[in-house]
């Protein structure tokens, strides 16, 4: 749930998201689910040249399980913020482990 | 699945995770992303043949294979559209063929067989016919004679 949340912080925001067959779209998010499905709008494929397929389409939707990396605009990320809830996640799963 | 209702009954392009290319009109849809696509074809790009379509008619894809599902913009669609070449295989076609009834073409043996048959016993007979006809005509002629 932790990066769910932090997703929804993102939208709006243009994110690269590279998946596991190497392909790289960027885009603007749209909106994430439970998953972690992503759902881009005005999409631009990284190499246009190697994928071409791609030429039609303006809004995707990439399946969770097929991303390998998600690359974010630094200054959208307050990394203090989320260092400080991963914490408290961690603290709440090892609580939920023990009991 | 919130995420993709909004591409439903709309035309999508399917990447699967084999990296295989599927335009159809997306009419099923659920939580693991398993979908159903209407009148769809797949598009195979090379640089030799440039774009080659292959109908496939009804699929269902399973969410495990899908990476990409977009949704296809008609003008832009358009330019590959005019660039496709003539579809090399129908699926559809393909499976009207196989389910010709096999009898049909049994049946045209059998009676082709029997044709045969029933040829043979009529030359026989009308050779016997023949035969006797000129046994009596000659016999005829040299009583005369």
């Known amino acids: 749930m932790l990066f769910y949340s932090f997703y929804k912080t993102l939208v709006g925001k243009e994110i690269t998201v590279e998946l596991k067959n190497d392909l790289a779209i960027t885009g603007y998010l749209q909106s994430v689910d439970q998953f972690l499905n992503i759902k881009?709008?005005?999409?631009?494929?990284?190499?246009?040249?190697?994928?071409?397929?791609?030429?039609?389409?303006?809004?995707?939707?990439?399946?969770?399980?097929?991303?390998?990396?998600?690359?974010?605009?630094?200054?959208?990320?307050?990394?203090?913020?989320?260092?400080?809830?991963?914490?408290?996640?961690?603290?709440?799963?090892?609580?939920?482990?023990q009991q | 699945m919130s995420l993709l209702e909004q591409f439903f009954k709309k035309q999508v392009l399917v990447l699967t995770a084999d990296g295989r290319n599927i335009v159809g009109t997306l009419i099923g849809l659920d939580q693991t992303t398993n979908i159903i696509l209407e009148k769809c074809h797949e598009r195979i790009y090379s640089p030799d043949e440039g774009v080659t379509k292959y109908n496939l008619g009804i699929h269902l894809i399973k969410g495990d294979d899908v990476a990409v599902i977009g949704e296809i913009d008609q003008e832009l669609d358009a330019i590959v559209v005019v660039v496709m070449t003539i579809d090399k295989f129908d699926i559809e076609k393909k499976a009207a063929a196989s389910l010709d009834p096999p009898k049909q073409t049994d049946m045209t043996a059998v009676t082709v067989k029997t044709a045969i048959k029933s040829f043979n016993k009529c030359t026989l007979f009308a050779l016997i016919l023949l035969g006797t006809f000129y046994y009596l005509r000659h016999r005829f002629l040299t009583i005369i004679s």
């Open chain 1, 40 to 97: 881009l709008r005005d999409i631009r494929v990284e190499e246009e040249q190697k994928y071409p397929y791609m030429l039609s389409v303006k809004n995707c939707f990439i399946r969770g399980s097929v991303v390998r990396y998600v690359h974010l605009p630094a200054d959208d990320v307050d990394v203090d913020t989320l260092q400080d809830h991963a914490r408290l996640e961690a603290r709440e799963q090892k609580k939920a482990q």
